[in-house]
């Protein structure tokens, strides 16, 4: 198989080096920095220094980014590594990956024209970042705010609760997938080395698993598909379902092109 990306993993603890090794797995050229702790990884290159890093398609920050301090979230590895020189070694624009982006990691990467400057601006008197605060808050007060003119337009539209519906059940139906990829990672992949670990035997973890399922499942049912054949109901209903297998169907589009690709 060919390689088809150029991906950099920095920092983070097992989940990024799990992560490292199934990208490379999957035919990707793969490169590990600030996880030296952990020897070799199967088909990562374990590198040194960040040189090359601003060549890569795509660099995986760790979930948090940041971790004490200013530091990249390393506790894998024997040094501590300033955020900012992290940064500086990327080039402007490059696409990032990270999780639970703080806002001084969001001003410290606008900083380096990695995020829009929107998120770059501080507080003058203590120099505390407030853009991506800001942002929200604007977004925020729009969606309200427009909520508001719908209804004073078309008192009796259920629009923008009927995009609000929308949007729950996307939510929704984004966490489906996670409990029964617990349960096959647990039931294929269990000796593998992880930061967390639920206790439990196989029958507690199903409960653990197949409730919140169902609870899930049963939420979209009432919040997405009508129940009864009438107009008032289907005029509030149907848009949320005809919106959410649209949506879908985008998205298995999107997984069905990208994989066609992979294949040429």
């Known amino acids: ?19 490292a090794e199934l990208l490379a797995a999957d035919g990707h050229t793969v490169h590990a920095y600030a996880l030296e702790r952990l020897g070799a990884l199967d088909g990562v290159e374990m590198e040194e220094s960040l040189e090359g890093a601003a060549l890569a398609d795509c ?24 955020l900012a020189l992290v940064l500086d070694a990327l080039r402007p ?20 024209n990695d995020m829009p400057r929107v998120f770059a601006k501080r507080w003058a008197k203590n120099d505390m970042p407030v853009g991506a605060a800001v942002t929200s808050g604007v977004v925020a007060s729009c969606v309200c705010v427009l909520g508001v003119l719908i209804e004073m337009a078309s008192p009796d539209s259920s629009l923008f609760w009927s995009f609000f519906a929308l949007n729950l059940v996307m939510l929704l139906l984004s966490y489906l997938p996670v409990f029964p990829a617990f349960l096959k990672l647990r039931r294929e992949d269990a000796k593998t080395p992880r930061p967390f670990r639920v206790p439990g035997s196989d029958t507690a973890l199903k409960w653990i698993a197949y409730v919140p399922m169902v609870l899930i499942l049963v939420s979209i049912v009432f919040t997405a598909v009508p129940l009864s054949l009438d107009k008032q109901t289907l005029s509030t209903y149907l848009p949320i379902t005809i919106g959410s297998v649209l949506a879908i169907l985008l998205g298995e589009l999107l997984i069905a092109g990208r994989a066609r690709r992979k294949t040429m």
């Open 1 to 19: 198989m060919r390689n088809e990306l150029n991906l950099w993993v920095a920092g983070g603890d097992m989940r990024q080096a799990k992560l």
């Open 59 to 82: 660099v995986v920050l760790p979930l948090p980014a940041a971790g004490e301090g200013s530091l990249l979230n390393a506790p894998l590895s024997g040094r501590k590594h300033p």
């Open 93 to 112: 624009g490059q696409v990032i990956c990270a999780g639970m982006v703080g806002p001084q990691t969001a001003a410290l990467a606008a900083d380096h």
